[in-house]
């Protein structure tokens, strides 16, 4: 009999599903608190009301500070593991999928969203923006969308590597992965984020293996002991916050195994949660979510700064809710509507 929380079809894993939406809701929250970024600068008003500097914002700004840390390796770790599920057996096939998923989303949305929001809310202007847009062609920009050409290339050099050292020992694959990850500065050539895409080549190939032992690992865990093992995690995190003992590995290792003993916690504890409309909804449109945030957090600074939101408590709370639960649902929106043209399109064709 299958445990709680084990697939919830063919190819999916509950844990994983919830994984996903929370790191996404993760990366909202890190993204939802800075003021100064890229030629966007604003300052809080003399006037702000005490909410900005209530106990409820300091929470949220040292989470976003902290999901900083490692939500990113996350996202990597995630998708190793993801793939190991539903493994491309040739290069060609794989290469085709991922730039249909990865490249074309990039280059659509950075080209048709992200680039004209920045401009119309300040973070370009009208003599640096052609050049933004060649950057953001060939890779050099400094959008959120990065993420998507580095993750490219992580499926394909994982490829290579683990048919180059044979398909059975996923070990020497990790160890080839640590030392290009490490040395990934030195490499003598970058080509549309290649070098950035093997900064995260480690964690990939991490996420592979560790899908390779959760069965396993999963065999000797009951809820109990999870609730534990997270509390114990806690307990680690907590203390590091507050006499700073552990370097940046171990800080990603522990956060990204914490949360995944979350999703853990969660799919045993609450066994329907993962067919719930609304996390299906969130689950459904989490790639919308990553694609269209960060652009639509400039929009509502734009917004907050122009008629001073923060001059008033419900106007602090209105700021901080459209930064995360706000932009969460017009990118959900914006999803939904891009789905509903994408199959008229088909239909057409």
Same mark, same amino acid.
Request: glycine letters at 8%.
């Given at each position: $009999?299958?445990?709680?929380?084990?697939?919830?079809?063919?190819?999916?894993?509950?844990?994983?599903?919830?994984?996903?939406?929370?790191?996404?809701?993760?990366?909202?929250?890190?993204?939802?608190?800075?003021?100064?970024?890229?030629?966007?600068?604003?300052?809080?008003?003399?006037?702000?009301? /005490?909410?900005?500097?209530?106990?409820?914002?300091?929470?949220?700004?040292?989470?976003?500070? /902290?999901?900083?840390?490692?939500?990113?390796?996350? !996202? +990597?770790?995630?998708?190793?593991?993801?793939?190991?599920?539903?493994?491309?057996?040739?290069?060609?096939?794989?290469?085709?999928?991922?730039?249909? #998923?990865?490249?074309?989303?990039?280059?659509?949305?950075?080209?048709?969203? $992200?680039?004209?929001?920045?401009?119309?809310?300040?973070?370009?202007?009208?003599?640096?923006?052609?050049?933004?847009?060649?950057?953001?062609?060939?890779? @050099?920009?400094?959008?959120?969308?990065?993420?998507?050409?580095?993750? !490219?290339?992580?499926?394909?050099?994982?490829?290579?590597?683990? #048919?180059?050292?044979?398909?059975?020992?996923?070990?020497?694959?990790?160890? %080839?992965?640590?030392?290009?990850?490490? !040395?990934?500065?030195?490499?003598?050539?970058?080509?549309?984020?290649?070098?950035?895409?093997?900064?995260? %080549?480690? /964690?990939?190939?991490?996420?592979?293996?560790?899908?390779?032992?959760?069965?396993?690992?999963?065999?000797?865990?009951?809820?109990?002991?999870?609730?534990?093992?997270?509390?114990?995690?806690?307990?680690?995190?907590?203390?590091?916050? @507050?006499?700073?003992?552990?370097?940046? +590995?171990?800080?990603?290792?522990?956060?990204?195994?914490?949360?995944?003993?979350?999703?853990?916690?969660?799919?045993? @504890?609450?066994?329907?949660?993962?067919?719930?409309?609304?996390? #299906?909804?969130?689950?459904?449109?989490?790639?919308?979510?990553?694609?269209?945030?960060?652009?639509?957090?400039?929009?509502?600074?734009?917004?907050? !700064?122009?008629?001073?939101?923060?001059?008033?408590?419900?106007?602090?709370?209105?700021? $901080?809710? $459209? #930064?995360?639960?706000?932009?969460?649902?017009?990118?959900?929106?914006?999803?939904?509507?891009?789905?509903?043209?994408?199959?008229?399109?088909?239909?057409?064709?």
């Amino acid at each position: $009999m299958k445990a709680k929380g084990d697939e919830l079809k063919k190819g999916r894993v509950n844990e994983y599903d919830l994984l996903r939406v929370i790191a996404t809701i993760l990366v909202v929250i890190g993204h939802s608190c800075y003021l100064v970024m890229g030629g966007v600068h604003y300052e809080v008003p003399a006037d702000s009301s /005490w909410v900005y500097d209530s106990n409820l914002f300091r929470i949220i700004r040292f989470l976003s500070g /902290w999901v900083y840390g490692f939500h990113m390796p996350l !996202f +990597f770790l995630l998708s190793g593991a993801v793939y190991r599920l539903k493994e491309e057996d040739g290069l060609k096939r794989l290469a085709c999928n991922k730039l249909k #998923r990865l490249i074309i989303p990039y280059y659509l949305c950075g080209l048709l969203f $992200m680039l004209p929001v920045k401009l119309m809310t300040g973070y370009y202007n009208a003599d640096n923006y052609n050049e933004a847009v060649v950057k953001f062609l060939v890779g @050099k920009g400094d959008g959120h969308l990065w993420f998507l050409p580095a993750l !490219f290339w992580c499926f394909i050099i994982f490829w290579c590597l683990h #048919r180059l050292v044979g398909k059975r020992n996923i070990y020497p694959v990790l160890v %080839l992965a640590a030392l290009i990850q490490y !040395f990934h500065g030195q490499l003598p050539f970058d080509f549309f984020l290649f070098k950035r895409g093997m900064g995260y %080549l480690f /964690w990939f190939v991490l996420g592979y293996w560790f899908d390779g032992v959760r069965k396993k690992l999963s065999e000797y865990s009951y809820y109990e002991y999870g609730v534990c093992k997270f509390l114990f995690l806690l307990e680690i995190m907590i203390l590091d916050i @507050k006499i700073d003992f552990l370097n940046d +590995f171990f800080v990603i290792i522990i956060c990204s195994y914490a949360v995944y003993l979350l999703c853990i916690i969660l799919v045993k @504890k609450y066994e329907e949660l993962c067919e719930r409309w609304g996390f #299906r909804l969130l689950l459904r449109h989490s790639m919308h979510i990553y694609l269209f945030h960060d652009p639509l957090e400039y929009a509502v600074l734009l917004a907050a !700064f122009s008629y001073g939101w923060l001059s008033s408590r419900l106007g602090c709370l209105a700021y $901080m809710g $459209m #930064r995360i639960i706000g932009v969460i649902i017009l990118s959900v929106v914006m999803g939904y509507i891009v789905d509903k043209l994408k199959s008229k399109l088909l239909k057409i064709s």
